[in-house]
């Protein structure tokens, strides 16, 4: 099958051609001729298939044969849970739109406003955004959403798990009723699903993967070690196997700095990327990190979705996630476009229970391979997924309304609330002649 078949004009196929593009992928098979039929769509497939190319082709082509756009209007919009992700998604909309006479925008949190408040000032075709800014630009009359005609939730699972589910109830109660609805995502889990109820009706449902399968590009291994020895080892495996290109995944913002600052000074150029940063320190660095001039990128789960980087060899989880489901999204980094990648993870016996939630998610036991010279004290379980004892560990909750979906820097959530004891009374005298009993 080829592009051309799936009823895409002239200006289309040149830019699709231009990124050297042959045969949509399965995704994109499924979703650009529903989407082009009007139809309302549900779509899951894994990160790295090219979901996004298939809801932003066909919009392109259907915005292309309307109407041109109003002043302070919108004609399809495009919602996304982080800056990055919204970045990524504007910049394949400019690529396949380039032929087109078409403008489009991206806003999010993080930069001055007034920049896009001018920007929308005359209108566009495609606006991508994250919810919060976008609320922020609609209570500013800096948009309005009465000329919408195509409403898209993109990775519609982060979305929730940050915390967004509020703003994004708002936003839907300013769009008008007859609109398209496309709703993308990793998985549809059922508070997923229930969302959909009140946005997406009679929908064309694509799925072309298994829910929260990896993709078999990516070769995953396990690396048994101490924590103590973590940085070491990551520094031996970057120098050994000249590694000039990897994307190191940390649970906190500090601990993605400290890592950095080890890397730096031990000769191996590094740069941070989390909610911390500025957006523009975190553009400069990602933009570094694609041109070569950073040979390791050390990220949070905030670039766990957003970041789209051609070729990229291997990923390393430097810690592991806490809820599971971010191992697929971090790992997804790597292997896209039918690419081969490796998968790294540093795993210390603290660990074993998240490897184990990692393991029952996706159906497997990772290969464990042992590094000679850093062979930890307390070793790992051959096979994690079984659990041990019968102690329950309550699941980790993500609760974010923020476009930076990491925690605090190492912040526990509040301990559950003990009823307090009740006191027996203390009698007369008490403890005058029990010392040295």
Known sequence: MSFASLGLSAPLLKAVAEQQYTT????????????LSGRDVMAAAQTGTGKTAGFTLPILEQLSRG????????RALILTPTRELAAQVAESVAVYGKHLRLKSAVVFGGVKINPQMMKLRGGVDVLVATPGRLLDLYQQNAVRFDNIETFVLDEADRMLDMGFIHDIRKIIQLLPAKRQNLMFSATF?????????????????????????????VAQYVYPVDKKQKP?????????QQWQQVLVFTKTKHGANRLTRFLDEAGVTAAAIHGNKSQGARTKALAGFKTGEVRALVATDIAARGLDI??????????????????????????????????????CADESDLLGGIERLTRQTIERRL???????????????????????????????????????GQRAPAAHKPARRRRPRPKNAGQNNRGQ
């Open 371 to 409: 590094i000679e010279g850093f062979e930890p004290v307390h070793p790992l379980p051959e096979n994690a997924q079984k659990p041990r004892g019968h102690s329950k560990r309550k699941p980790h909750h993500k609760s974010h309304k923020t476009d930076h979906p990491e925690h605090k820097d």
């Open 24 to 35: 949509p992928s399965p995704i994109q098979q499924q979703a650009i001729p529903a989407v």
């Open 189 to 217: 889990s059922d508070p997923i699903r229930k969302l959909a109820k009140g946005l997406i009706h009679d929908p064309v449902e694509v799925s072309v993967t298994p829910s929260n399968s990896t993709a078999k590009t």
């Open 232 to 240: 070491n080892l990551l520094l031996k495996l970057i120098e050994e």
């Open 310 to 347: 051609d070729q990229l060899p291997q990923v390393v989880n430097f810690e592991l996630p806490n809820v599971a489901e971010d191992y697929v999204h971090r790992i997804g980094r790597t292997g896209r476009a039918g690419a081969s990648g490796q998968a790294i993870s540093l795993v």
């Open 67 to 74: 109407t041109p756009v109003k002043g302070n209007r919108v």
